[in-house]
């Protein structure tokens, strides 16, 4: 599954990076710096340019199904989108007539179904604006048709998530708490929501961005690096890198190469199962 290569270092200098997401057509990876409030395009070809500033110390990012890309900004609070003319479309802001906390990690499903985390983080420094929350809890959310619905309030730091490759299930990393929940998705809502597996080990990190390979194999951010667990949640093993790890994503033609966000750096590791396309 992991190949022998060893970690590359692609590109540093940065303050806090966040929200890779790799564009197969562009051929390209876009990721956050938080506390810069800024997004940078890396192409293909190792090309570094501004994507967007300010970004209103934006942090996870993904595409819709039209490749648009969706981004959730800590200082505004705002899941937003991003049009062909490069305007940009506020999806959600509010739940229940007061404002999100700081909409965190988002991921896209294949009928279009928007689900995202909104933990605190964002209204306090040094990765948001310091300010008044004005929802007691912390939640994770889906936006389709019904409308923006609360599917649980039951997670302390609710931050990465991920949709399982049949996408029956939602995992979400739950930071404070270390360890990641499994939820069943339904027409109503969701089910389950037990604890899936806790992420452990030496070396500074928690459980943050997540994603699955092809092969349905969870990774995770964590103690030490990237931790590996297989669709049983059996522990694989663990990817190390020398600094801390907030979240990852397949990039390249052969959607081999995990593109890792940790602290300063951009970091590059060869797999040997392919990651799946935002699109």
């Known amino acids: ?3 022998d290569e060893p970690l590359h270092r692609v590109v ?3 303050r806090f990076l966040e929200g890779p997401v790799w564009h197969p057509v562009e051929r390209s990876l876009v990721f956050s710096d938080i506390p810069a409030a800024r997004m940078s395009r890396l192409s293909a070809e190792g090309e570094l340019s501004v994507f967007r500033d300010p970004s209103h110390m934006a942090n996870g990012n993904t595409y819709d199904r039209q490749g648009r890309l969706l981004t959730c900004e800590h ?3 705002r899941l937003v989108r ?4 490069g305007s940009l479309v506020t999806l959600a802001d509010r739940y229940d007539g007061k404002e999100l906390n700081s909409p965190n990690d988002v991921v896209v499903a294949r009928d279009g179904t928007i689900f995202f985390t909104d933990p605190s ?3 306090a420094a040094p990765y948001g604006v310091p300010r008044p929350r004005e929802l007691q809890f912390c939640g994770v959310y889906r936006l389709g048709e019904r409308g923006l619905e609360l599917l649980t309030d039951d997670l302390e730091g609710p931050n990465g998530l991920c949709l399982s490759v049949d996408e029956r299930f939602l995992f979400v990393a739950d930071t404070e708490r270390m360890h990641i929940r499994r939820f069943e998705l339904t027409t109503g809502g969701v089910t389950g929501g037990e604890v899936w597996v806790q992420t452990t080990g030496t070396g500074p990190g928690e459980p943050d961005g997540l994603k699955v390979d092809s092969a349905g194999n969870l990774f995770s951010c964590g103690p030490g690096g990237i931790h590996v667990f297989d669709p049983a949640g059996r522990d694989l093993g663990v990817i190390r890198v020398p600094e801390v790890t907030a979240n990852f994503t397949w990039g390249d033609d052969d959607m081999c190469s995990l593109y890792i966000c940790a602290s300063t750096t951009l970091y590059r590791f060869r797999t040997r199962v392919p990651g799946i396309r935002a699109l």
């Open 1 to 3: 599954m992991v190949a």
């Open 75 to 77: 200082a505004t609070s």
């Open 121 to 123: 983080y964002g209204r």
């Open 82 to 85: 991003q049009e062909a003319d």
């Open 12 to 14: 540093t200098g940065f």
